[in-house]
């Protein structure tokens, strides 16, 4: 898999949020942006994940242009800002819906991913009884469950304790191994630079390497 951001440009009615993005991505690394609260991470992550389009340039993944082929890129799982779940349903519920869609995974791989992130004593619980760091967990969870050969992660660590936090740590470089890109911003720079091969810092609009 490769990623190519080619003089991206993104702008909400006439404000400039990313300027003239150029970047590349490829398996086998992991990728940190750093940058302040309201920089233009979040909004590059969403270009990545297809939820917004670029204003001007392209987003290649394997020489595809997302924006010409209509196509949400392939193989892709995120988490951005803030993990959302409904409410009533608990925490293997809520994975096991998400789960149905593509029916990829069996009960015993969505319990063993919530075991990983240090769930398994609140997999029966209603998410809305969920504190800040298990929803955070859940939502690592929903990320890693199917086996993506791209993981985003925004603010992975927002509410997590540090066990469980070592405990991703680790899934992460594990999964880098396995040859994938994973792209984690953070405002926190200690959180990048244990784990990230190349980072990038977000400034202004603007994106480059640190």
Known sequence: MKIEFKN???????????????????????????????????????????????????????????????????????????????????????????ANIQKKISDEQIIEVLNKVNLT??????????????????????VLMEDPEVIILDEPFNGIEDETAKKIRKILLEEKEKNKIIIIASHIKEDIEELADIVFKVDNGEILEA
Do not use: H, W
């Not at 004593?121 to 929903?142: H, P």
């Open 8 to 98: 991206v440009n993104k702008k909400f009615k006439k404000t400039p949020i990313l300027k003239n993005v150029n970047l590349e991505f490829e398996n086998g690394k992991i990728y940190g942006l750093i940058g302040r609260n309201g920089s233009g991470k979040s909004v590059f992550l969403k270009l990545l994940c297809g939820f917004y389009e670029p204003t001007e340039g392209q987003i290649y993944f394997d020489n595809v242009d997302l924006k010409k082929s209509g196509l949400f890129p392939p193989s892709t799982r995120s988490l951005i800002e803030k993990p959302n779940f409904l409410p009533y349903l608990t925490g293997f519920e809520n994975l096991k819906l998400l």
């Open 121 to 142: 004593n609140d997999i029966n619980k209603k998410y809305c009884e969920y504190s800040l760091g298990m929803k955070q967990k859940l939502g690592i969870a929903q």
